[in-house]
C-alpha cells in the first residue's frame, strides 16, 4: 500500500513494513522492507529491502537490498546488494553488488560487483567485479576484474582484469590482465598480459605478453612477448619475442626474437633474431642479421649479415657476410684504416671480370701509387752469360715483319686481352736490359775506337814531330851548303 505520510516532515512516498519507519527526510520515495528505516536524507529515492536503513544522505537513489545502510553520502547513486553500505562520499554512481561499500570518495562511478569496494579516491571510474577495491587514486579509470585493486596512483587508465593492482604510479595506461600490476612507474603504457608486471622505470612503453615483466629502466620502448623482461636499461629500444630479456645497456635499439638477450653493453644496435643475444660487455656496436655477432663481446664493430661476426671478440671490427663458416666477404678495422675483399670486385657499370682475375673497374683508375707483386720470373736472366741476346739485325728484320719489338705483344692482342702490368713491366724491363746490353756492347766499341784513335794521334803527332826535326835538319843542312858556297864563291847552285 503506498501512503504520504508525516511524521513532522513531509512529501514522503513510502511503501513496504516499517519502511520509512523513524525517517525524518523530506521529499523522498522509500519502498522495501525496512527501507529507509531512521532516514535522515532529503530528496532521496529507496529500493530494496533494508535499503537506506540509516541513510543520512541527501538527493540520493539506493536501489537493492542494504543499499545505502549506513550512507552519508549526498547525491549518490548506488544498485545492488549492500552497494553503498557504508558509503560517505559525495556524488558517487555504484552499480553492482557491494559496490562503494564503504567509499569515501567523491565524484565516482563504480560498476561491478565490490567495484570501489573501499575506495578513498576522487573522480575514478571503476568498472568491472572489484576493480578500485581498496583505490586511494584519483582521476583514474579502471576497467577489468580487480583492475587498480590496491592502486594509490592517480591519472591512470587501468584496462584488464587485475591491470594496475597495486598501482602506486601516476599518469599511466595499462591494457591488459595484470598489466602494470605492482607497479612503481610513472608516464607509462602497459598494451598486453603482464605488461609492465612490477615496473618501476617512468616514460616507458610495453607492448606485448609479459613485456617489460620487472622493468627497472626508464625511457624505453618495450614491443613484443617478453620484451624488456626483467629489463635494467635506460633510454633504450627493444622490439621482438624476448628482446633486451635482461638487457641492462642504456641506449640501445635490439630489434629481432631474443636480440640483445643478454645485453650488458651500452650505445648497442642490434637488429635479427638473436643478434647480439650473448654480448655481455661490448659496447657502441651495431648488428644486423639474423644471429649476427651472437656470441661477440668486442665493442665498436660494425656485422652486416647472417651469422656475421658471430663469435668476434676484437674490437672496431667490419664484418659483411651471410654465414660463419668462411672468411667473410667484406673484413674490415676501423682502428687500422683496413679493409679486405674476400671475392672477386667488380667496379662500374656492366663491370664484369673475366676468367683467372679478382678485381675489375669498368672506367678508369687513378693512384698515387701502386706495388705489384709478381710470382713469375723477374728478367735479371737476360745478363745471365747463358743469355742469347739477338743482334740488332734481328731485330731490325723481327720489326719489319711483325711492327713490334720481340717479346712484346702486339696492339691488336692488348686491345683484345688487355695487359698484365706485372707481365708488362717484366717484359719492358727485358727490353730495358737488352737494350742496356747493346748500349754496353757499342760502349765497348766506341770506347775501342776511341782508344785506336788515340793511338793513331799519338803517331801522328810523333809523325809531326819528326818532319819537324827533318825541317829543322834540312834548314840547318842548307845554311851549311850555302855558307860553304858563299866561301867558295860558287854560285848557289
Not at 163 to 186: H, I, L, P, Q
Not at 396 to 425: C, R, T, W, Y
Amino acid at each position: 500500500m503506498l501512503a504520504n505520510v508525516i511524521y513532522g516532515q513531509e512529501n514522503v512516498t513510502k511503501y513496504g513494513t516499517n519502511s520509512g519507519l523513524n525517517n525524518s527526510g523530506t521529499n523522498s520515495t522509500i519502498i522495501g522492507y525496512n527501507s529507509g528505516y531512521a532516514n535522515r536524507g532529503n530528496y532521496s529515492s529507496l529500493f530494496g529491502n533494508y535499503s537506506g536503513m540509516s541513510n543520512s544522505g541527501a538527493k540520493s537513489t539506493l536501489i537493492g537490498y542494504y543499499s545505502g545502510f549506513k550512507n552519508t553520502s549526498d547525491q549518490a547513486i548506488a544498485i545492488g546488494y549492500y552497494s553503498a553500505y557504508s558509503s560517505t562520499g559525495f556524488s558517487n554512481i555504484m552499480i553492482g553488488n557491494n559496490s562503494g561499500h564503504s567509499s569515501s570518495g567523491q565524484n565516482n562511478v563504480m560498476l561491478g560487483h565490490s567495484s570501489g569496494f573501499s575506495n578513498n579516491g576522487n573522480y575514478n571510474t571503476l568498472i568491472g567485479s572489484s576493480s578500485g577495491y581498496l583505490n586511494s587514486g584519483s582521476n583514474t579509470t579502471m576497467v577489468g576484474y580487480s583492475s587498480g585493486y590496491n592502486n594509490t596512483g592517480i591519472n591512470n587508465s587501468l584496462i584488464g582484469n587485475s591491470s594496475g593492482y597495486d598501482n602506486t604510479g601516476n599518469y599511466n595506461v595499462m591494457v591488459g590482465n595484470a598489466s602494470g600490476k605492482e607497479n612503481e612507474g610513472d608516464f607509462t603504457v602497459f598494451i598486453g598480459n603482464s605488461s609492465g608486471y612490477n615496473n618501476i622505470g617512468d616514460n616507458s612503453t610495453m607492448v606485448g605478453y609479459f613485456s617489460g615483466y620487472n622493468n627497472e629502466g626508464y625511457n624505453s620502448t618495450m614491443l613484443g612477448y617478453n620484451s624488456g623482461k626483467n629489463n635494467e636499461g635506460n633510454n633504450s629500444t627493444l622490439i621482438g619475442k624476448s628482446s633486451g630479456y635482461s638487457n641492462k645497456g642504456n641506449h640501445s635499439t635490439l630489434i629481432g626474437k631474443s636480440s640483445g638477450y643478454h645485453n650488458k653493453g651500452h650505445n648497442n644496435t642490434f637488429i635479427g633474431s638473436k643478434s647480439g643475444q650473448y654480448n655481455y660487455s661490448g659496447a657502441n656496436n651495431t648488428y644486423v642479421g639474423t644471429e649476427s655477432g651472437k656470441h661477440a663481446s668486442g665493442s665498436h664493430n660494425v656485422f652486416l649479415g647472417y651469422q656475421a661476426g658471430f663469435n668476434e671478440s676484437g674490437n672496431n671490427k667490419l664484418y659483411i657476410h651471410n654465414n660463419d663458416n668462411e672468411a667473410p666477404l667484406v673484413y674490415g678495422e676501423f682502428d687500422t684504416r683496413k679493409i679486405t675483399l674476400n671475392a672477386k670486385t667488380s667496379i662500374g657499370k656492366n663491370s664484369t671480370i673475366p676468367e683467372g682475375y679478382e678485381f675489375s673497374v669498368a672506367g678508369k683508375a687513378i693512384f698515387e701509387g701502386v706495388q705489384v707483386r709478381t710470382a713469375g720470373q723477374w728478367p735479371d736472366y737476360v745478363f745471365e752469360e747463358s743469355y742469347t741476346l739477338r743482334s740488332l739485325e734481328e731485330v731490325d728484320q723481327f720489326i719489319k715483319l711483325n711492327k713490334h719489338l720481340p717479346d712484346i705483344p702486339s696492339a691488336k692482342e692488348m686491345e683484345s686481352q688487355g695487359i698484365g702490368v706485372a707481365e708488362m713491366d717484366a717484359s719492358l724491363l727485358q727490353k730495358v736490359e737488352e737494350l742496356t746490353l747493346y748500349l754496353i756492347e757499342q760502349n765497348n766499341e766506341v770506347n775501342a775506337i776511341s782508344t785506336l784513335v788515340e793511338q793513331q794521334k799519338e803517331q801522328l803527332e810523333d809523325y809531326k814531330s819528326r818532319i819537324v826535326e827533318q825541317e829543322k835538319l834540312l834548314k840547318q843542312q842548307s845554311e851549311v851548303i850555302e855558307h860553304l858556297l858563299k866561301r867558295l864563291d860558287l854560285p848557289n847552285n
